[in-house]
């Protein structure tokens, strides 16, 4: 692992995937370093079969499909894609960087970082009389939709990953229940006009998920109001999925002395990080208006190869 690349990108989701494609296309010699067993991110991880509705020239795709469509395209140009490699320490060397992985230093002469939010790790509602019937009809996480064909489905969510589910669900559930703690759903106002005229969709804000019942698995859920009465009839659901967002997990870039606002790396317009030959593109990333979208991250990363090429002279 020790040759010198000149880009070497960190995290194998769309963003680093489509980074590798840029790099291929200017004939740089690239590596992708992807900490998990397979590529894709999110969408591989999270929601292999949620459709995807707002990518461009894809008026719907599902995650696993826009991830093969995605390796189709970044692997006709030789790189290295390293799986299982955590990318874990960086220090300067002559010319460039040496990351240290778990499997192993890595030498480049710039960084392209698409690291994500890091781990998935769900945000759990963390009550014991909910989360003790996580496997047995509730999720965090879901892989097969169709474990919820046929049945009453509660989605505990209002921002766009909830809303996501709802949809995707609408017409295979009996019956999707979405609820939100607040007064307002903050998904998309589409997808809001949408559930909201769906026969078999009903949305419920100021609810929280307060208990849940069933024997070998759900049976009912008990919810209460914001303002912590409890609803005094209990929801009939088989399926629940709790969509409340993800836990970050990007500290060790700040170990790394980059600069950042949160949880996140901030940029300039060229993608560039504090550190010279350091960019960041996708989820990872700030600047004033970033939005979390695959679509925008697909143009940052085109920016910070294209910034790379630059400052490779
Ligand atoms: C349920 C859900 C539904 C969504 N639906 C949509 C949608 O419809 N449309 C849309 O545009 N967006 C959607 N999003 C958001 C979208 O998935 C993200 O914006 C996108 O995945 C960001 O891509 P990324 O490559 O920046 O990060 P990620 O997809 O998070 O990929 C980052 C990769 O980096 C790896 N990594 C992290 N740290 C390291 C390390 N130290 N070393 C090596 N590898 C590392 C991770 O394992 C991961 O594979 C959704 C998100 C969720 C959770």
Known sequence: MRDMRDV??????????????????????????????????????????????????????????????????ALQYPADVLTGVEARGLQEIPGGYRVETSQGPVDTRVLVLTAGIGEFIPRRLNVAAV??????????VVHDLSEFDGKRVLVVGGGDSAADWAMALANRASHVTMIH????????????????????????????????????????????????????????????????????????????GLQMDGHEIRVGTDMSTTMPGVFAAGDICTYPGKVKLIAAGFGEVATAVEASLHYLG
């Open 8 to 73: 070497t990108i960190v995290g194998g989701g769309p963003i680093g995937l489509f980074g590798l494609y840029c790099a291929g296309l200017h004939h740089l010699k690239a590596a992708l370093l992807e900490r998990l067993d397979r590529v894709g991110g999110q969408l591989e991880h999270l929601y292999p079969e949620k459709p995807i509705y707002d990518v461009g020239g894809f008026p719907s795709i599902t995650g696993r499909q826009l991830v093969q469509q995605l390796k189709q395209q």
């Open 131 to 140: 989360d003790q019937f996580e496997g047995r009809g509730l999720y965090y």
């Open 181 to 256: 703690r607040r007064d307002q759903f903050q998904c998309h106002v589409d997808s809001q006009a949408k559930l909201q005229a769906h026969p078999r969709v009903t949305l419920l804000p100021n609810r929280t998920l307060n208990a849940v019942f069933g024997r070998d698995s759900v049976e009912s859920a008990q919810l209460q109001f914001s303002d912590g009465s409890v609803v005094p009839d209990l929801l009939d659901v088989d399926r629940i999925i709790v969509a409340i967002g993800l836990l970050p997990g990007t500290a060790i870039f700040h170990e790394w």
